[in-house]
Structures are given as structure tokens and as C-alpha cells.
């Protein structure tokens, strides 16, 4: 029985350990480029001690010398983790704001908006697998086996 007892208190001192480890400002940057148009984004994500969470990102879109630069969308929700995996759930998404916008029409600036402000609106629920977690470097694996790196902001 004190076998069992002293596990369960290691297991269960483990997970904490890996929330602890997991509160903070943590950062991304991801690139790609599809039909000749270029998409970068910024995420800035800040794990709270309480389990809630706030998330920035800036998408800077590109298509020959048409832009929208550092449009910004901020979420809040809340999260948790059971072994390697991180569920976060975004509750709240602001309505995205451009910081810089050159040769793109209000149409294409709503539609690209829209587009990123939906895919929290109507995805709210992110099941990541932890694949790497230290003082510095958290690596997860989202559902469409996109790997991503964050940093630890100081």
C-alpha cells in the first residue's frame, strides 16, 4: 500500500511539475506560402498559474506588394493538461485590428479578418500533444500533425 501511495504522489507530482513549468509567456512564429501568397504569424500565448490563459496573434498576409501587416486578434480561455497532452479553450476572441494595410481592398481585409477570427470562433477547443516541454522550449503537435515551437519569453 505505501508503494501505491508513494507512485500516486510521484505521478501526481509530476503533473504539477509539468504546469508549473508550463506558466508563463511563451512565443511562435510560423510561416507558409500557398498560391504565391505569404502568411506569417506571430503567436504570443501567456499561461496562468489559475488555468487561464490569454493569447495574441499577428498575421501579417502578402501577395506580390499588396499586405495587411500584424493584424491582431486577442483570445482568452482557459487550460489543462493530463500527461502530454494540453487542451486550451478559448472562451473570448476580439475582433481582429489591422496594424498596417497596403493595396488591399475593406472587402479582402474583412475577408482575411473573418477567416482568422472564425477559426477560434468556431474551433474554441485545441487538443495539442506536449512532444517537448524544458525551462525554454515547449514543441507541440496539433490534430493535423502540425509541429510548432514556442519560446519562453523573459
Do not use: C
Not at 486578434?73 to 494595410?101: Q, S, Y
Not at 474583412?110 to 470562433?121: G, P
Amino acid at each position: 500500500m505505501k508503494k501505491l501511495i508513494l507512485f500516486l504522489l510521484l505521478v501526481l507530482g509530476l503533473n504539477a511539475a509539468d504546469d508549473a513549468m508550463l506558466v508563463g509567456q511563451w512565443n511562435s512564429v510560423t510561416r507558409g506560402l500557398n498560391n504565391g501568397t505569404q502568411t506569417t504569424e506571430k503567436e504570443y500565448m501567456k499561461f496562468n498559474a489559475d488555468y487561464t490563459f490569454g493569447v495574441v496573434f499577428l498575421v501579417t498576409v502578402q501577395k506580390g506588394n499588396a499586405y495587411v501587416k500584424d493584424l491582431r486578434i486577442e483570445g482568452t480561455g482557459i487550460w489543462k493538461t493530463r500527461g502530454n497532452i494540453l487542451v486550451v479553450v478559448v472562451k473570448d476572441v476580439e475582433v481582429p485590428v489591422a496594424g498596417e494595410v497596403y493595396g488591399i481592398s475593406q472587402t479582402s481585409l474583412e475577408q482575411i479578418a473573418s477567416t482568422f477570427h472564425n477559426r477560434f470562433k468556431n474551433d474554441p477547443i485545441r487538443i495539442l500533444v506536449m512532444k517537448e516541454l524544458g525551462a525554454q522550449k515547449l514543441v507541440t503537435e496539433n490534430k493535423r500533425k502540425q509541429i510548432i515551437t514556442y519560446k519562453r519569453q523573459r
